[in-house]
C-alpha cells in the first residue's frame, strides 16, 4: 500500500559525484502512479542568508558567482560548518563577507531553494545595528543601501538570489513568519 505522505517510492541510490562539500544521488523511484522514474538529489549541507540593517538601511553585497558568469546583488549567505549553530553561521557569514557586526539576531525561517533536486535549507535572519568590525572579503562590494532603492532593486529584476528576495521581502513587509 502506497504511503500518501511519502508517495513516490525508492528503490535504488546511486552515488554519481562526491567532494567533501556536495554529494550527487541518482535515485530510480516508483512514481506516484506506478510508473518506474529517475530523480538527481544534491545534497549539500544548510546555509544561512543575513539581512543586516543599520538605522532604515540594509547592507547588499555585490559579488562575482561563477555558475552564472556574472556579478549579482544579494545579502551575505554561506554554508553552516559542522559544529556550528545556524546563528553562529550567519554572525560568521556576515563578518567574513562584510566585516559588520551586529548584536541584535532575528530568525526569519528558512527557506528550500530547489527541494526537487537540493537536499538543503537555507536559514535566515535579521541583524539589527549592523557596524564595521574588520575589512570586507576580497572580491565583494559592500553597499548601504535605502529600502527605496532595495525597492528598485526588486522591481527591477536585479536581486535574483532567492533567499535574499525573502529576507527583504519579509523585512519590508514588516514582518516575519510566526514561530
Not at 117 to 128: D, E, G, I, K, T
Amino acid at each position: 500500500m502506497q504511503d500518501p505522505d511519502r508517495p513516490i517510492v525508492t528503490t535504488a541510490v546511486t552515488t554519481v559525484y562526491e567532494s567533501p562539500w556536495w554529494k550527487v544521488e541518482e535515485h530510480a523511484v516508483i512514481d506516484v502512479d506506478g510508473s518506474p522514474g529517475m530523480y538527481n538529489v544534491l545534497r549539500c549541507g544548510d546555509g544561512v542568508t543575513v539581512l543586516a540593517t543599520t538605522g532604515a538601511d540594509c547592507w547588499l553585497i555585490r559579488e562575482y558567482k561563477y555558475a552564472i558568469g556574472r556579478h549579482i546583488w544579494q545579502l551575505p549567505s554561506g554554508s553552516i560548518d559542522p559544529g556550528e549553530t545556524p546563528v553562529q553561521a550567519g554572525a560568521r557569514e556576515l563578518l567574513e563577507e562584510t566585516g559588520l557586526t551586529a548584536e541584535s539576531w532575528t530568525p526569519l525561517g528558512l527557506v528550500h531553494p530547489y527541494p526537487t533536486n537540493v537536499a538543503s535549507a537555507v536559514h535566515l535572519f535579521l541583524a539589527r545595528d549592523a557596524r564595521p568590525g574588520q575589512e570586507s572579503e576580497p572580491g565583494i562590494e559592500l553597499v548601504r543601501t535605502s529600502t527605496a532603492e532595495v525597492r528598485r532593486l526588486i522591481a527591477g529584476n536585479e536581486i535574483t538570489h532567492a533567499a535574499s528576495l525573502i529576507c527583504l521581502l519579509t523585512h519590508l513587509a514588516g514582518g516575519r513568519p510566526a514561530d
